[in-house]
């Protein structure tokens, strides 16, 4: 599977982005599909995640300001991120996964200056 992100960028705190990512597959509805970011000198972390089914699970830190949803016709899944804060600058990067089977895109850089 391949995955290309879209739509990160330089925004001021309180903004909105919204990155999508792009699966080359068919089979793109059996996946889990994942949002992680890594900033510099961090390890990379899950910011949140969406079954095959539609069931979403968030970090702590994006609950109430990010929203995940895929659209399995199009192959494709969304990050709406709201009221960026200077703490969510990081490189994105897009995750489907299916029991052993673990994909990456090459990420997308959102930086949200204060």
């Known amino acids: 599977v391949q995955l290309v992100e879209s739509g990160g960028g330089l925004v001021q705190a309180g903004d909105s982005l919204r990155l999508s990512c792009a699966a080359s597959?068919?089979?793109?509805?059996?996946?889990?599909m994942g949002w992680y970011r890594q900033a510099p000198g961090n390890q990379r972390e899950l910011v949140a995640s969406?079954?095959?089914?539609?069931?979403?699970n968030y970090a702590d830190s994006v609950k109430g300001r990010f929203t995940i949803s895929r659209d399995n016709a199009k192959n494709t899944m969304w990050l709406q991120m709201n009221s960026l804060k200077p703490e969510d600058t990081a490189v994105y990067y897009c995750?489907?996964?299916?029991?052993?089977?673990?994909?990456w895109g090459q990420g997308t850089q959102v930086t949200v200056s204060s």
């Open positions: 995750n489907a996964r299916r029991f052993v089977w673990i994909y």
């Open positions: 597959e068919s089979t793109f509805s059996i996946y889990t």
């Open positions: 969406i079954t095959s089914d539609g069931t979403t």
